[in-house]
Antibody
Framework: QVQLQESGPGLVKPSETLSLTCAVSGYSISSGYYWGWIRQPPGKGLEWIGSIYHSGSTYYNPSLKSRVTISVDTSKNQFSLKLSSVTAADTAVYYC?????????WGQGTMVTVSS | EIVLTQSPATLSLSPGERATLSCRASQSVSSYLAWYQQKPGQAPRLLIYDASNRATGIPARFSGSGSGTDFTLTISSLEPEDFAVYYCQQRSNWPENTFGQGTKLEIK
């Protein structure tokens, strides 16, 4: 079955760049669909960060657009998130998900803490 | 940006009771609304997409209705495993989307 797995540093210093990767198994990203990143600060709700199409077209949350870059590597069947100039407000669990008519398959999530 | 408002913030019910959760959009989203369930320490799980379509493997006690700006998630008879946080999400300009703030369904 389709599975997604996030990976990346769990601790990032303020002002630095957060980098995460989502490895997809059981489905080829090249076959289609959008692929997205969503985050959830501790004790709070869900926030869509952005999505990428298999062709590389990107769509970002306007509130984060100036700091976000999402890319795809079809040869490795994975997609990535970069969030620059992070602050404590970016501390959250970060999820990757497949986006069909909704986010139908999610990774388990990875906690990223922004702290010096 | 389309804002989704969920009500109530917390719903206290007993197993076997019927749960009705509401999601209101600041402007029409047609039928492009989804519902998710999230349990502590877990990723969200898709329940309903496009307002009324159950996702794969979702029990029939979960149903969704509505269109335009007003939507409802109904759980016909609560099971112990249904107590969780529920989020709605709109995708009227997919892949752009927004989530509601969530409704916590707790055991009374």
């Amino acid at each position: 079955q389709v599975q997604l797995q996030e990976s990346g540093p769990g601790l990032v210093k303020p002002s630095e760049t957060l980098s995460l990767t989502c490895a997809v198994s059981g489905y080829s990203i090249s076959s289609g669909y959008y692929w997205g990143w969503i985050r959830q600060p501790p004790g709070k709700g869900l926030e869509w960060i952005g999505s990428i199409y298999h062709s590389g077209s990107t769509y970002y949350n306007p509130s984060l657009k100036s700091r976000v870059t999402i890319s795809v590597d079809t040869s490795k069947n994975q997609f990535s998130l970069k969030l620059s100039s992070v602050t404590a407000a970016d501390t959250a669990v970060y999820y990757c998900a497949r986006a069909t008519r909704a986010f139908d398959i999610w990774g388990q999530g990875t906690m990223v803490t922004v702290s010096s | 940006e389309i804002v989704l408002t969920q009500s109530p913030a917390t719903l206290s019910l007993s197993p076997g009771e019927r749960a009705t959760l509401s999601c209101r959009a600041s402007q029409s989203v047609s039928s492009y609304l989804a519902w998710y369930q999230q349990k502590p320490g877990q990723a969200p799980r898709l329940l309903i997409y496009d307002a009324s379509n159950r996702a794969t493997g979702i029990p029939a006690r979960f149903s969704g209705s509505g269109s335009g700006t007003d939507f409802t998630l109904t759980i016909s008879s609560l099971e112990p495993e249904d107590f969780a946080v529920y989020y709605c999400q709109q995708r009227s300009n997919w892949p752009e989307n927004t989530f509601g703030q969530g409704t916590k369904l707790e055991i009374k």
